[in-house]
């Protein structure tokens, strides 16, 4: 969401590096949301007993968020508000208001499958340490993938194709964010009610 910041931040300053500071700026920003969202999940996975309603209850947070999205496309006004100096707060904010690190909850949820693991928690600290490593996995990919295609973008705006070229070809992507956000979340709870089958 962040690329077209890191364009203006390259045009203002006259200086391709501006574009690859903004860039880490909004990767380190958007790195804070997602572990933000997933590290108290990871946390949550101790109750192994209740990881299906657990399951149940993040894919129906997720379908929500995307159903009042697509209902209520206006963002959020304070987004505005933020100084263009504090990129790094800009895109946690962002991130967060759009429930980026919320989608990967149910993702990441079906990739720590701990209701294999032994019945009687003997290795809970291990599957506590397991969980968090893979929250921070799926958070730094997650950000990585973000950055690598925003960052593409910008880079092709600021080097090739101009201003000119978003102003006449932008399209607003709010309501495949919001009908993502949906399928996830269905995919997700058809998952956890069916086991997959």
């Known amino acids: 969401m962040g690329w077209p910041l890191a364009?203006?931040?390259?045009?203002?300053?006259?200086?391709?590096r501006s574009l690859v500071k903004a860039l880490g700026a909004l990767a380190g920003g958007h790195f804070l949301a997602m572990a933000a969202i997933l590290f108290p999940f990871s946390a949550l996975l101790f109750l192994v007993a209740w990881q299906r309603e657990i399951q149940i209850g993040a894919a129906c947070l997720v379908i929500a968020l995307g159903v009042y999205l697509l209902i209520n496309r206006r963002h959020p006004r304070f987004l505005a508000r933020v100084p263009p100096s504090?990129?790094?707060l800009?895109?946690?904010?962002?991130?967060?208001?759009?429930?980026?690190?919320?989608?990967?909850?149910?993702?990441?949820?079906g990739i720590c499958r701990t209701t294999a693991t032994d019945p009687g928690h003997a290795a809970a600290s291990d599957?506590?340490?397991?969980?968090?490593a893979t929250a921070a996995l799926v958070a730094?990919?997650?950000?990585?993938?973000?950055?690598?295609?925003?960052?593409?973008l910008a880079w092709?705006?600021?080097?090739?194709l101009g201003l000119k070229a978003v102003?006449?070809?932008?399209?607003n992507l709010?309501?495949?964010w919001a009908l993502s956000l949906i399928l996830v979340g269905c995919v997700s709870l058809w998952f956890a009610t069916t086991g997959g089958h």
Request: aromatic letters at 10%; proline letters at 2%.
């Open 7 to 16: 364009v203006s931040a390259a045009l203002m300053d006259r200086d391709r």
């Open 86 to 88: 504090r990129l790094a």
């Open 90 to 109: 800009w895109s946690f904010l962002a991130a967060m208001a759009h429930g980026a690190g919320l989608m990967l909850v149910p993702i990441y949820l």
């Open 127 to 132: 599957l506590m340490a397991g969980t968090a």
């Open 140 to 152: 730094i990919l997650h950000t990585g993938a973000m950055t690598l295609a925003g960052g593409a």
């Open 156 to 160: 092709a705006v600021y080097a090739w």
């Open 167 to 171: 102003s006449r070809s932008w399209f």
């Open 174 to 176: 709010d309501i495949v």
